[in-house]
């Protein structure tokens, strides 16, 4: 269970002689994160340990000693043991890039076409099943070597719990067949307990963590598992009857007819997006990954005066609720928000097809004072997956090695641009996963014997 959580015990067992609190165990526990010292916090005195009075034999103490560890254990079991992501994310210096895939299960692969062939299930037919869930997840895990399982879910199943009928006709994009017309169809939407709305019309998405945690355990690859959702304005666009082939104008329309509602239900969809996040930490996800997938559907303007304070002030009420959890952030289309978002407290910022990779890490890193996390974000992306559709593993090396020669190897999360279509080649892909990690260790070994050679 780690160093910190065998201190921990040792500090147990120093105080267990006489009264003690959660404050004494606490000091011996410097190196775990916040999360888990709640967590302990919690645990600890319910499995009857922490007592005021000095137990009646040496008997109870060893039973309540190993009660503690019991607790202790639960808690550090959570953390993934793999965890080269988390600590990129985190900013902290590591030993080679780590690298995950926007849409790294689904439809490019064939055992998922299989899967759904097999079971006579189509894509909205699987989110329902958490055990399907799981599978599909692990499916991309068992055939690259991936830093990150993502939970295999949809962006639209927030308006699907606010009774926003969502369809997926093939060759028409996402239909929704029920879009709100109009403010009084805004007031109508009861977010009042975001909490239990969630727990109630989303719970076998939530019910999915745990059952990937579980195969994840049982496949031997601990690795972070990454939960999500969309942003408040890509909600809203398909809400009120956009669409990315008719109707991309729809929001825009939005802001100019119905300023205030268009506010308030950002705001609301803001709260079910709070708490769907935050429960899918308490279910077992490791970092949180926000998608604003229709950024390129929104004016500058209108991000800056609508969409960016409800960015703010969810990144500020995931943080307090959840410190030590990740927050990455994806505006496809919008990356002149990067720099708000850093500025927002976000952890890791995500660079899409278009973005100028040397010119945003030098932005981002002049503007790094104003973040609240102290460091310039983690960046990550950006890599073309056109790239992975045709050519072969030597032409992705060699676009791999110009990525990373302009991002550098350190504060990076590899990934791609935008999500995979389903026409790459999963042979291309496995050979761009396995080049970040190849070419990034080498660039460290490099950069490590230059300062040895200057020291």
């Known amino acids: 269970i780690g160093v910190a959580a065998l201190s921990a015990c040792g500090v147990l067992l120093a105080t267990s002689r006489g009264s003690t609190n959660f404050e004494a165990l606490s000091r011996g526990m410097g190196s775990i994160s916040s999360s888990q010292r709640s967590a302990l916090a919690t645990t600890i005195p319910n499995a009857g340990f922490v007592q005021r009075r000095q137990s009646p034999s040496s008997r109870s103490r060893c039973n309540k000693m190993e009660a503690a560890k019991r607790a202790v254990t639960s808690v550090f079991a959570q953390a993934p043991q793999h965890d080269l992501l988390l600590r990129a994310a985190r900013g902290e210096k590591t030993e080679r890039t780590p690298v995950w895939l926007f849409r790294q299960a689904g439809r490019h692969l064939p055992e998922y076409n299989q899967y759904k062939k097999d079971n006579?299930?189509?894509?909205?037919?699987?989110?329902?099943?958490?055990?399907?869930?799981?599978?599909?997840?692990?499916?991309?895990?068992?055939?690259?070597d991936v830093d990150a399982a993502i939970l295999f879910s949809?962006?639209?199943?927030?308006?699907?719990?606010?009774?926003?009928?969502?369809?997926?006709?093939?060759?028409?994009?996402?239909?929704?067949?029920?879009p709100i017309q109009g403010p009084e169809d805004v007031a109508k939407i009861d977010v009042s307990s975001p909490r239990k709305l969630v727990e109630d019309r989303l719970a076998h998405v939530l019910a999915a963590l745990p059952e990937i945690k579980n195969s994840l355990k049982k496949e031997n690859r601990d690795?972070?598992?990454?939960?999500?959702?969309?942003?408040?304005?890509?909600?809203?666009?398909?809400?009120?009857?956009?669409?990315?082939?008719?109707?991309?104008?729809?929001?825009?329309?939005?802001?100019?007819?119905?300023?205030?509602?268009?506010?308030?239900l950002l705001g609301k969809l803001s709260d079910v997006i709070v708490e769907y996040m935050s429960l899918q930490v308490e279910k077992g996800a490791d970092l949180l990954q926000l998608f604003e997938a229709m950024?390129?559907?929104?004016?500058?303007?209108?991000?800056?005066?609508?969409?960016?304070?409800?960015?703010?002030?969810?990144?500020?009420?995931?943080?307090?609720?959840?410190?030590?959890?990740?927050?990455?952030v994806f505006a496809r289309g919008a990356q002149?928000?990067?720099?708000?978002?850093?500025?927002?407290?976000?952890?890791?910022?995500?660079?899409?097809?278009?973005?100028?990779?040397?010119?945003?890490?030098?932005?981002?890193?002049?503007?790094?004072?104003?973040?609240?996390?102290?460091?310039?974000?983690?960046?990550?992306?950006?890599?073309?997956?056109?790239?992975?559709?045709?050519?072969?593993?030597?032409t992705v090396q060699a676009a791999v090695k110009e990525m990373l020669d302009e991002f550098g190897p350190q504060s990076l999360i590899a990934n791609l641009g935008e999500g995979l279509s389903g026409k790459e080649d999963p042979v291309l892909v496995k050979a761009f996963v396995d080049a970040i990690h190849a070419t990034s260790e080498e660039m460290n070994a490099k950069a490590a014997t230059a300062a040895t050679a200057a020291a």
């Open 295 to 328: 950024g390129s559907y929104i004016s500058e303007p209108n991000f800056k005066k609508f969409e960016m304070k409800h960015l703010t002030n969810i990144a500020s009420r995931l943080k307090e609720k959840h410190p030590d959890i990740p927050l990455m």
């Open 120 to 144: 006579n299930k189509n894509f909205l037919q699987l989110l329902d099943d958490p055990k399907d869930v799981a599978e599909v997840t692990m499916q991309p895990l068992r055939r690259y």
């Open 154 to 178: 949809d962006i639209l199943v927030v308006p699907e719990a606010l009774d926003i009928n969502v369809d997926m006709p093939g060759g028409k994009g996402i239909l929704v067949t029920n």
């Open 336 to 394: 002149y928000a990067n720099s708000d978002l850093q500025r927002a407290g976000y952890d890791v910022v995500t660079l899409d097809t278009e973005a100028d990779r040397k010119v945003e890490v030098a932005r981002l890193e002049a503007e790094k004072g104003q973040a609240p996390i102290g460091r310039r974000v983690t960046l990550q992306g950006n890599f073309d997956p056109k790239l992975l559709q045709e050519g072969t593993p030597e």
């Open 223 to 264: 690795i972070p598992l990454i939960g999500f959702s969309a942003a408040p304005f890509t909600l809203m666009f398909y809400m009120v009857g956009g669409n990315t082939r008719f109707n991309q104008t729809m929001g825009e329309q939005w802001f100019q007819q119905y300023p205030e509602a268009c506010d308030e």
